[in-house]
T-cell receptor, first 109, second 117 residues
Framework: KQEVTQIPAALSVPEGENLVLNCSFT??????LQWFRQDPGKGLTSLLL?????REQTSGRLNASLDKSSGRSTLYIAASQPGDSATYLC????????FGAGTRLTVKP | GAVVSQHPSWVICKSGTSVKIECRSL??????MFWYRQFPKQSLMLMAT?????????EQGVEKDKFLINHASLTLSTLTVTSAHPEDSSFYIC?????????????FGPGTRLTVT
């Protein structure tokens, strides 16, 4: 059974810092991996989708990498801003979609 | 882009009552819809897979008689929480797989926050 783990569970950084969120999964037989953002009480916003054949995807200040063989993905956020404060979830799709518990990010002005 | 709506966005109900949550795909047809539940500080958990015109497939540990799913059309799935209890208070999110979409395509609704008092 696929298990998805995100480290750290919470992270607080000053504005302007670059940061990395980590996601690991136990079964490398996946179709893709997605990173989502969730604001308190709100639904999910898809940030980046990496296909199993890809190594990374970039969108603006966000860069996500995928190392399927080692079961790891990272989400890199450059020049963090207070508006980036949210919970970030990674999810892997195989037979179904499995989510990590998320990393709660706080960016302080 | 694809748009998925949920109604209501939040609801407060008394213990013992039933609550219906709707999930609609607004600009495409969806044979398959998924229902998730998220408790505070926990992962999103798949509850059931809803297929149009057939019975839903429930994940282990999810009571099908308590969480009734009806996928009567290609654009609408409903989740009814029957005889709700305070422990059912949670954030319920649906996602939709377009009938003509790629295998991995899913679009998420904005979620419904249920509070049972």
């Amino acid at each position: 059974k696929q298990e998805v783990t995100q480290i750290p569970a919470a992270l607080s950084v000053p504005e302007g810092e670059n940061l990395v969120l980590n996601c690991s999964f136990t079964d490398s037989a996946i179709y893709n991996l997605q990173w989502f953002r969730q604001d308190p009480g709100k639904g999910l916003t898809s940030l980046l989708l990496i296909q199993s054949s890809q190594r990374e995807q970039t969108s603006g200040r966000l860069n996500a990498s995928l190392d399927k063989s080692s079961g790891r993905s990272t989400l890199y956020i450059a020049a963090s801003q207070p508006g980036d404060s949210a919970t970030y979830l990674c999810a892997v799709l195989a037979n179904d979609m499995r989510f990590g518990a998320g990393t709660r990010l706080t960016v302080k002005p | 882009g694809a748009v998925v709506s949920q109604h209501p966005s939040w609801v407060i109900c008394k213990s013992g009552t039933s609550v219906k949550i709707e999930c609609r795909s607004l600009d495409f047809q969806a044979t398959t819809m998924f229902w998730y539940r998220q408790f505070p500080k926990q992962s999103l958990m798949l509850m059931a897979t809803s297929n149009e015109g057939s019975k839903a497939t429930y994940e282990q540990g999810v009571e099908k008689d308590k969480f009734l799913i009806n996928h009567a059309s290609l654009t609408l799935s409903t989740l009814t929480v029957t005889s709700a209890h305070p422990e059912d208070s949670s954030f319920y999110i649906c996602s939709v797989h377009p009938t003509s979409g790629l295998p991995y395509e899913q679009y998420f609704g904005p979620g419904t926050r249920l509070t049972v008092t």
